[in-house]
Each structure stands twice: as C-alpha cells, then as structure tokens.
C-alpha cells in the first residue's frame, strides 16, 4: 500500500511538472508576460495585443486589446485601438473601451468611447458613444442603449473609467498588475423605486432599471423620481403643469401654472390667480375657483374666494363640499379634525369651532392656544393682558387673571400674577410657590 501511494505521488509530481513545462512554453510564445496578480491571472502581450491567460496559461480573453486593466469592482476595463501608432507616430483607429469579468468573459464590448465602470452598489454603468449615454448591468445585459444626452446628472462627456469613486483614471502603457482598495460601495445608480431621469433633446423621461422607458423623454420638465406620490408626478409641458403616472399616462392636461407639495394623496394647483386641490389620480377635488386654499388636516382645509374679501371659511380635502362658507377672518387647526380656532370677522375675538360651524368655545378671546400633557388636554386663553385655561368642553379652570403662565408638563402648569406664582393642577388647585416684595 506504502508503495503505491509513492507511485502515485510520483506520478502526481511528474504530471504536474509536465503542466507546467507546458504552461511556460506557452507563456514564452509571448512577447510579454505580466505578473500574476491576486486571481492568479496574468496579462500577456502578442503582437501588438493584450490578452489574459490564468496560471495555466490558459487563455482567459484572446489578445485583442490594446489594453487590459486590473481586476476592480469584479470586472477589468478593456480597450481596442490605439490614438498613435508605437512604431510609425499615425494616427489609426480610435480607442474604445469595453469591460471583461474575472474569467474574460466580455461584459460591455470594445465599442464605446468610455465606460464608468462598475463602481456603484446596484453594479450598473454608463456607456458613452458618439456624446450619448446608455446603461449596462454587471451580467452584460444592455439595458438601455447610447441614445440619451443625460443619464441621471450624467453626460456623456462626463463618462470616464473609474476604479473605486474619487480614483484617478489610469495611465496608458505597458500592463502591470494591480488590485483595486476595497471602500463602501456608493449611492446606486437607480433610485429606490428602480428609476432614472434620463433626457433627449433637452425634453425629460424616466427610465427603469430594466430598460423600459416609463415616462419617455417627451416633457420640458420632470420631477425627478423620489417627488412622485402614489405614482404620481410632475411634468411640464411649455410654462405649464400637470400630471402623469409611472407607466407613461397622463392624468391631468398641462393646464396648471403652479403646485404646492403634497399632502398625503392631495395637492393644491394653481391657475391664473385661483386655487384648487387636484389627487394622485388627477380629479380636482376641490374647484380651482378659490383666491387661496391651506390645508388644516388631511381631511380639512381653509378656503377664501375674491368677492369675500379675504374672509375664510372650511372645505373638505378629498370632496368638493364646503362645510362653511368663507365668514369667519381666519381658522387655524388646533387640533385633530373636529375643532378649529376661528377668528371672528365682526369683532377680532377669538372662539373655536366644528366643521358643522357649531361654538365650542365662545367669541371673546384675544389669544387661544391648543396645548396636550399626556392625556389631559386644555387651551390656554388670553382675554387683554391676562391668561387662563379652559377644558376642551370649555369650562374655566379659575379666572384669567395670570400675567405668565407656562404649558402643563407632568401635570402641573406655572403660573403667576404681579403678587406670587404658584403651580396649578388639572383642576385648577393653586399651589404657592413664590412670593413677590
């Protein structure tokens, strides 16, 4: 047994030593032979070409590049052509750059003017050819081909190879090999939704991570992908608005001038000098009629119309129905949807209101604040100079005869007048606690 294990190490031995006698006849059939680098592969050069053999000399990529770059980011930048020739100083053909993975499989042909290289965390690229710019995957798939003047920020004449972000752009010339520092891969080339602004012809599209124009490049301009709400977004058709979903489908006409943000699935559009709300799905729920609209809540909003002269009144967010017609001089949310301060237009008091306009709190305040400590919730009013508090059904916790007072934190509010300060509970109970010479 002890023999035939020596017999076959022999073996072992000698076969290996032929592979390798093997392998350096190949290697010596180049013209140059690199170092192995971390792969254990080896850049050779026959002729005037480039190719990549393992240790083996096994040949990975054919020598036909005029370049072959180190192995970075899972793949090697390539190049075919030469801007001068070595030996007669003439120009020939032009330099085109590709990339190849680990086993020299080609991911993005020799053909383009420059790759960006596969440096972004969703392992994409740009491509760039004749000044338009196109996207590839790691895999080789060619997602969108050099059609666009603008991929995200990017520009064709902005596409360069880059090894690592921030890394310099290697020199031409001889091959030496060299591996990439590793460092956190960068923000994606697509957003999170799969999107990208693209741009031709100085109009604006969306495309996705598979190639398909979403929104195609047909708008003057286009909110950027993240500023769509329920598929929702901005485009720009002229010097006007309007909305279109993520599958290309216009909602709206380009009729509006200007919008706000969103709130929640509502926007207010503006046309001319008038109002209105428009929804995700491109119904004007609310008429572009008013002089100025503002959301109070989700549910509630304050509306104004011309002939009544900047008084306010109460509308709802998702229907056309008004609650309360403009009367009041203004009404500010105090809290949840089923009461607002409201200002009177006759005598500038203060009081607060449902939406069904019923008094919860009479007209004859200066101030009334909305204020919570867990779960007591009070308002805090001011009548002339002097404060006090009220319960939400409006009942008086003492009289308003506080110069200063302070919000209700663990229960308990400061409160003071020109003779002592004292701490106040939910009821209404004084506790002194200073007194003034």
Same mark, same amino acid.
């Given at each position: 047994?002890?023999?035939?294990?020596?017999?076959?190490?022999?073996?072992?031995?000698?076969?290996?030593?032929?592979?390798?006698?093997?392998?350096?006849?190949?290697?010596?059939?180049?013209?140059?032979?690199?170092?192995?680098?971390?792969?254990?592969?080896?850049?050779?050069?026959?002729?005037?070409?480039?190719?990549?053999?393992?240790?083996?000399?096994?040949?990975?990529?054919?020598?036909?590049?005029?370049?072959?770059?180190?192995?970075?980011?899972?793949?090697?930048?390539?190049?075919?052509?030469?801007?001068?020739?070595?030996?007669?100083?003439?120009?020939?053909?032009?330099?085109?750059?590709?990339?190849?993975?680990?086993?020299?499989?080609?991911?993005?042909?020799?053909?383009?003017?420059?790759?960006?290289?596969?440096?972004?965390?969703?392992?994409?690229?740009?491509?760039?050819?004749?000044?338009?710019?196109?996207?590839?995957?790691?895999?080789?798939?060619?997602?969108?081909?050099?059609?666009?003047?603008?991929?995200?920020?990017?520009?064709?004449?902005?596409?360069?190879?880059?090894?690592?972000?921030?890394?310099?752009?290697?020199?031409?010339?001889?091959?030496?090999?060299?591996?990439?520092?590793?460092?956190?891969?960068?923000?994606?080339?697509?957003?999170?939704?799969?999107?990208?602004?693209?741009?031709?012809? &100085?109009?604006? *599209?969306?495309?996705?991570?598979? @190639?398909? +124009?979403?929104?195609? $490049?047909? #708008? /003057? =301009?286009?909110?950027?992908?993240?500023?769509?709400?329920?598929?929702?977004?901005?485009?720009?058709?002229? &010097?006007?608005? *309007?909305?279109?979903?993520?599958? @290309?489908? +216009?909602?709206?006409? $380009?009729? #509006? /001038? =200007?919008?706000?943000?969103?709130?929640?699935?509502?926007?207010?559009?503006?046309?001319?000098?008038?109002?209105?709300?428009?929804?995700?799905?491109?119904?004007?729920?609310?008429?572009?009629?008013?002089?100025?609209?503002?959301?109070?809540?989700?549910?509630?909003?304050?509306?104004?119309?011309?002939?009544?002269?900047?008084?306010?009144?109460?509308?709802?967010?998702?229907?056309?129905?008004?609650?309360?017609?403009?009367?009041?001089?203004?009404?500010?949310?105090?809290?949840?949807?089923?009461?607002?301060?409201?200002?009177?237009?006759?005598?500038?008091?203060?009081?607060?209101?449902?939406?069904?306009?019923?008094?919860?709190?009479?007209?004859?305040?200066?101030?009334?604040?909305?204020?919570?400590?867990?779960?007591?919730?009070?308002?805090?009013?001011?009548?002339?100079?002097?404060?006090?508090?009220?319960?939400?059904?409006?009942?008086?916790?003492?009289?308003?005869?506080?110069?200063?007072?302070?919000?209700?934190?663990?229960?308990?509010?400061?409160?003071?007048?020109?003779?002592?300060?004292?701490?106040?509970?939910?009821?209404?109970?004084?506790?002194?606690?200073?007194?003034?010479?």
């Amino acid at each position: 047994m002890r023999h035939l294990l020596v017999l076959f190490f022999a073996i072992s031995l000698l076969g290996c030593a032929k592979k390798n006698e093997e392998a350096k006849k190949l290697l010596e059939s180049y013209s140059w032979v690199g170092t192995p680098d971390r792969l254990g592969q080896i850049v050779v050069l026959k002729g005037h070409a480039y190719g990549l053999v393992d240790s083996n000399a096994t040949v990975l990529a054919e020598p036909v590049y005029s370049m072959i770059g180190p192995y970075i980011q899972s793949v090697r930048r390539v190049q075919k052509g030469w801007a001068t020739d070595d030996y007669y100083s003439e120009a020939v053909d032009p330099v085109k750059e590709g990339a190849i993975d680990s086993l020299g499989k080609v991911i993005v042909p020799a053909k383009y003017d420059a790759v960006d290289g596969f440096w972004r965390s969703d392992d994409f690229t740009l491509v760039a050819l004749d000044g338009k710019v196109g996207v590839y995957r790691i895999d080789g798939k060619k997602v969108a081909s050099p059609t666009y003047d603008r991929v995200g920020g990017t520009v064709a004449r902005m596409v360069e190879w880059r090894d690592v972000p921030k890394s310099k752009k290697k020199r031409r010339g001889r091959q030496k090999a060299s591996e990439g520092e590793s460092q956190d891969a960068p923000p994606p080339l697509f957003d999170e939704y799969g999107l990208i602004e693209v741009e031709r012809d &100085d109009l604006h *599209g969306w495309l996705d991570s598979s @190639g398909s +124009e979403r929104i195609a $490049p047909k #708008y /003057d =301009d286009l909110k950027p992908p993240g500023y769509q709400v329920d598929s929702a977004v901005w485009y720009k058709s002229g &010097d006007k608005w *309007g909305l279109v979903n993520l599958n @290309g489908k +216009e909602l709206t006409p $380009p009729i #509006y /001038d =200007d919008y706000n943000s969103w709130q929640g699935t509502h926007c207010i559009v503006r046309i001319g000098r008038q109002y209105g709300i428009v929804n995700t799905r491109g119904r004007e729920t609310q008429p572009v009629v008013y002089s100025s609209i503002e959301f109070l809540t989700s549910s509630f909003c304050a509306i104004q119309r011309e002939e009544t002269n900047s008084l306010e009144g109460l509308a709802a967010v998702a229907s056309s129905k008004v609650y309360i017609e403009p009367i009041y001089r203004e009404i500010i949310r105090p809290h949840g949807d089923d009461r607002f301060v409201a200002q009177s237009a006759d005598s500038f008091k203060y009081g607060v209101i449902n939406p069904a306009n019923r008094t919860l709190v009479p007209f004859e305040y200066d101030d009334i604040r909305w204020g919570t400590d867990g779960s007591f919730a009070y308002y805090a009013v001011r009548s002339d100079r002097l404060w006090g508090f009220l319960t939400p059904k409006a009942k008086s916790l003492g009289e308003l005869q506080w110069n200063d007072i302070s919000s209700f934190s663990n229960g308990l509010a400061r409160v003071s007048n020109s003779s002592a300060g004292y701490l106040m509970n939910y009821t209404g109970k004084l506790k002194e606690v200073s007194r003034r010479r």
